[in-house]
């Protein structure tokens, strides 16, 4: 019942949020007399906010059309150039990418779309031929499609890397550190041609054993029956994947809204204080935030399940005993994928020296083919999106991929 009586209210705050929007506009319009007087102005902003957050969102698109190289404005399009049931492989094509490095961007699988990485990809584009994958939400996966776990996500990743061919880098953003660093480890052990060049971890949780967050400490205080019993629901009927068991997307935001409840009140009281002023530019930018942050999917429950015990409870990567098709992941295998290691210092998610454990694991890999960064005054979301990613932390990864792609 937790999924239909979440539906239920996303209905009804649907509703009263057309009747907000509706009735802002009514109060901001020109001819209306009413508008210029009293407390008019800031009604109609309390209610454009109200309207905003409690409007249902959907699959956001990338909007990506052009991106600048070499001082030109070149048009580009998206691709979709492989397709599984939970997941698809787009290809950002433009004129500038020919002959530029091949880099498969990862996407979280942890309740966002793909298109949270917007920035990312964005800033990516002019000098690299940009490819990444697009999560599907479970809730729309009919059962007939099977399964997804760790080790279907550890598959998606070698099979699209095979898609893409010889020669590419491989750019992982928080959860997928995980599961990129076993593919990398299994197509090392099996001397696939196809191995990235370079694997580049953001915010991953490799050990979550170090500098444990509030996020860690929610997975290990709970044993596995409960997120079971309590976080794991049955897509109702009216979706295209009625009766599948996933953990809903909502959930996953509730938990991130909570652990910041004051952070994103704050926002809320700032966007309405702009509306007021008249400034809709600083306005529209948080809404712009939010639109993305609010946009959520579900996972399959044996995906989130698995990823609970395997990297948050039991940290069976960095102790060895991680399997990948009953197979040990042997992280020794990897000799010749340079790796690169990044952390935000403000990181309230994955905490530092997590990601960093990466570089230790690899026994076997040159250390002049390791480097770690360290992003000072940078939280979570910071390391792949906003004015320190684009200044600080993308030039890293681009001189990065320069020097280890031959």
């Given at each position: 019942?937790?999924?239909?009586?979440?539906?239920?209210?996303?209905?009804?705050?649907?509703?009263?949020?057309?009747?907000?929007?509706?009735?802002?506009?009514?109060?901001?319009?020109?001819?209306?007399?009413?508008g210029?007087?009293g407390?008019?102005?800031?009604?109609?902003?309390?209610?454009?906010?109200?309207?905003?957050?409690?409007?249902?969102r959907?699959?956001?698109?990338?909007?990506?059309?052009?991106?600048?190289?070499?001082?030109?404005?070149?048009?580009?399009?998206?691709?979709?150039?492989?397709?599984?049931?939970?997941?698809?492989?787009?290809h950002?094509?433009?004129k500038?990418?020919?002959?530029?490095?091949?880099?498969?961007?990862?996407?979280?699988?942890?309740?966002?779309?793909?298109?949270?990485?917007?920035?990312?990809?964005?800033?990516?584009?002019?000098?690299?031929?940009?490819?990444?994958?697009?999560?599907?939400d479970?809730?729309?996966?009919p059962?007939?499609?099977?399964?997804?776990?760790?080790?279907?996500?550890?598959?998606?990743?070698?099979?699209?890397?095979?898609h893409?061919?010889?020669?590419?880098?491989?750019?992982?953003?928080?959860?997928?550190?995980?599961?990129?660093?076993?593919a990398?480890?299994?197509?090392?052990?099996?001397?696939?041609?196809?191995?990235?060049?370079?694997?580049?971890?953001?915010?991953?949780?490799?050990?979550?054993?170090?500098?444990?967050?509030?996020?860690?400490?929610?997975a290990?205080?709970?044993?596995?029956?409960?997120?079971?019993?309590?976080?794991?629901?049955?897509?109702?009927?009216?979706?295209?994947?009625?009766?599948?068991?996933?953990?809903?997307?909502?959930?996953?935001?509730?938990?991130?809204?909570?652990?910041?409840?004051g952070?994103?009140?704050?926002?809320?009281?700032?966007?309405?204080k702009?509306?007021?002023?008249?400034?809709?530019?600083?306005?529209?930018?948080?809404?712009?935030?939010?639109?993305?942050?609010?946009?959520?999917?579900?996972?399959?429950?044996?995906?989130?399940?698995?990823?609970?015990?395997?990297?948050?409870?039991?940290?069976?990567l960095?102790?060895?005993?991680?399997?990948?098709?009953?197979?040990?992941?042997?992280?020794?295998?990897?000799?010749?994928?340079?790796?690169?290691?990044?952390?935000?210092?403000?990181?309230?998610?994955?905490?530092?020296?997590?990601?960093?454990?990466?570089?230790?694991l690899?026994?076997?890999?040159?250390?002049?083919?390791?480097?770690?960064?360290?992003?000072?005054?940078?939280?979570?979301?910071?390391?792949?999106?906003?004015?320190?990613?684009?200044?600080?932390?993308?030039?890293?990864?681009?001189?990065?991929?320069?020097?280890?792609?031959?």
């Amino acid at each position: 019942m937790l999924y239909q009586a979440f539906d239920l209210q996303k209905s009804w705050l649907a509703g009263a949020s057309a009747l907000a929007t509706a009735g802002a506009q009514a109060i901001q319009h020109p001819a209306n007399p009413l508008g210029y007087f009293g407390g008019s102005p800031m009604f109609a902003s309390a209610l454009e906010v109200f309207a905003h957050a409690a409007a249902p969102r959907g699959k956001p698109a990338f909007d990506l059309y052009e991106t600048v190289v070499d001082g030109e404005a070149v048009r580009m399009s998206e691709a979709i150039e492989a397709r599984k049931p939970f997941g698809q492989l787009k290809h950002f094509k433009h004129k500038g990418a020919k002959g530029a490095p091949k880099l498969l961007i990862v996407a979280p699988m942890s309740g966002h779309y793909a298109t949270l990485l917007r920035g990312t990809v964005e800033r990516m584009l002019p000098d690299h031929d940009v490819w990444i994958t697009d999560w599907r939400d479970a809730r729309n996966v009919p059962l007939t499609a099977g399964r997804f776990d760790l080790d279907d996500y550890v598959d998606y990743l070698i099979d699209w890397l095979g898609h893409i061919g010889p020669g590419a880098h491989m750019l992982a953003v928080c959860q997928p550190s995980v599961p990129c660093l076993a593919a990398a480890a299994v197509m090392a052990a099996d001397g696939h041609k196809c191995r990235p060049k370079t694997l580049t971890m953001m915010g991953g949780p490799i050990d979550t054993r170090k500098a444990p967050t509030a996020v860690n400490q929610h997975a290990t205080t709970r044993p596995h029956a409960w997120f079971q019993e309590n976080v794991i629901a049955t897509v109702p009927a009216y979706y295209p994947g009625a009766g599948r068991r996933v953990y809903p997307g909502f959930l996953q935001l509730a938990g991130f809204m909570s652990m910041n409840l004051g952070n994103h009140m704050m926002s809320h009281w700032e966007m309405f204080k702009h509306l007021v002023d008249g400034d809709g530019e600083s306005a529209d930018k948080t809404k712009e935030f939010y639109d993305e942050y609010r946009s959520v999917c579900d996972m399959t429950a044996e995906f989130y399940l698995q990823t609970v015990d395997a990297v948050f409870q039991r940290h069976l990567l960095p102790k060895g005993e991680m399997e990948h098709r009953g197979r040990k992941v042997d992280l020794t295998a990897i000799e010749d994928i340079a790796m690169l290691a990044i952390e935000g210092e403000r990181d309230d998610i994955s905490g530092i020296g997590q990601t960093r454990a990466a570089l230790t694991l690899a026994k076997s890999l040159p250390a002049e083919r390791k480097k770690y960064l360290m992003a000072k005054g940078v939280g979570h979301y910071g390391i792949f999106n906003g004015r320190k990613w684009r200044e600080e932390i993308a030039p890293v990864v681009e001189q990065w991929i320069r020097a280890n792609g031959e």
